[in-house]
């Protein structure tokens, strides 16, 4: 008789965002003639980078030609030309040296913030914020890390920390050993980010505990404030505690074109049974080769396309495009009355409901009276409970036509 993995059982029955889906096609059949604006799923909108495009346009080119074509990426980890140019731009302008054997190149950071902690033994103490994006809890209940979910949502064996409006959604190291720390700056759903203080605080928790932080920073190019940092790296004593998970996604338009890639410190170190110190990036590395192949060629040289001057340049002007947007979700719905946050260094805004109302009775109210779409703050966690999450990834005439919509409410 065929067993099956029963910690899937203990999840909810349907991830977030499928979930949001099907609500809203639900009501779309119920509403043919209703014209619904999404402010929920933070999709991008803006086409690819004309730089971009051009790349992969040559890249396919490559591909056509005898002399050119190629296949497998031997190395599995990503090309070099690529790799380097990371090394480069997003490091080492920072004053952050990143060996090439410390790059991975892979199809985006959810999948890899969901699979990194398959390498880490089972036994670890998993710590995550409340609210926080869905994959890092829902990959360690898969791998059996937890035990049920409780009435609230939250499953045993997970320390929860509360990221609230008085702490400033950045919560504290909390007041236990754990081993596993998940990380979000600049923080999807709630659009918080953290200083520099906040960050030295977590890694030296990290190095006295023996911890390992997995720091997603999918969102650092909407990072405005000069003094926040961009990377885990900039804090001293990071690149022995922290593994960095970095997306084309949110950064270039790369939702459909699938192009991300961690950082795993030569240095970082997890432990045996038997307290023997093992380097974890050959043993990331012997699991990424051989349950991936790799990205494609023509998406890396897309991807390589970003770092040329002409790629920055029109990437900066999709990037402020979002945070223009932003800006007007913010000012528009403080206006109309609501406690608004995030939203000034992050494409997220993060909306405590009115007169009390929940999460998703407040998702109702938007897409059934004004046929605009959010994503409730329950979706991330008990405490995101009384918030909904709105996104500036719309288009422009769609953000300004559902913020009239909103007045209306």
């Not at 203990?10 to 809203?24: H, Q, S």
């Not at 999404?38 to 992969?56: K, Y």
């Not at 609210?131 to 360690?140: K, L």
Request: contains cysteine.
């Amino acid at each position: 008789m065929i067993g099956i993995n029963e910690n899937f059982l203990k999840l909810r029955a349907g991830y977030l965002f499928p979930e949001i889906g099907r609500r809203v096609r639900a009501f779309k059949q119920e509403h043919p003639n209703a014209k619904v604006i999404s402010m929920g799923i933070g999709d991008v909108t803006q086409p690819l980078a004309p730089a971009v495009v051009e790349a992969m346009h040559q890249a396919v080119d490559e591909m056509g030609r005898q002399e050119t074509f190629r296949g497998y990426d031997d190395s599995g980890v990503g090309y070099e030309f690529l790799r380097q140019a990371i090394a480069d731009n997003d490091f080492a302008a920072r004053g952050v040296e990143i060996d090439l054997e410390e790059v991975f190149v892979s199809d985006g950071t959810k999948s890899d913030t969901g699979n990194m902690q398959e390498i880490f033994g089972i036994d670890n103490v998993v710590a995550v914020a409340d609210p926080v994006y869905p994959v890092y809890v829902d990959t360690n209940v898969m791998a059996g890390r937890t035990g049920p979910a409780g009435d609230e949502g939250q499953f045993a064996g997970i320390v929860y920390m509360p990221a609230t409006a008085e702490n400033g959604f950045v919560p504290a190291p909390p007041d236990r050993p754990v081993d596993m720390i998940y990380l979000c700056f600049p923080n999807n759903p709630t659009g918080a980010v953290a200083t520099r203080e906040d960050l030295a605080r977590w890694v030296e928790y990290a190095r006295a505990n023996k911890a390992v932080i997995f720091f997603d920073a999918a969102y650092e190019v909407y990072i405005k404030d000069p003094a926040i940092p961009h990377s885990i790296y900039e804090i001293e004593g990071a690149r022995d505690v922290a593994i960095e998970f970095r997306s084309c996604s949110k950064t270039a338009g790369f939702t459909g074109v699938r192009c991300a890639y961690s950082i795993v410190p030569k240095q970082l170190k997890a432990y045996t049974k038997d307290g023997r110190a093992v380097q974890v990036n050959p043993i990331w590395r012997r699991r990424h080769t051989t349950k991936f192949n790799g990205v494609s060629y023509i998406t890396q040289k897309g991807a390589e396309a970003i770092y040329s001057t002409q790629g920055k340049r029109q990437v900066q002007q999709t990037i402020d495009l979002y945070m223009a947007h932003a800006s007007l979700i913010r000012d528009t719905l403080t206006k109309l009355g609501y406690a608004v946050f995030g939203g000034r260094n992050a494409p997220y805004i993060w909306v405590r409901t009115p007169k009390g109302l929940g999460s998703w009775e407040f998702f109702d109210l938007p897409q059934n009276k004004a046929n605009v779409v959010c994503t409730p703050g329950a979706g991330f966690g008990p405490a995101g409970e009384g918030y909904v999450r709105l996104t500036a990834f719309g288009l422009p005439q769609n953000v300004r036509e559902a913020l009239d919509r909103f007045a209306r409410l």
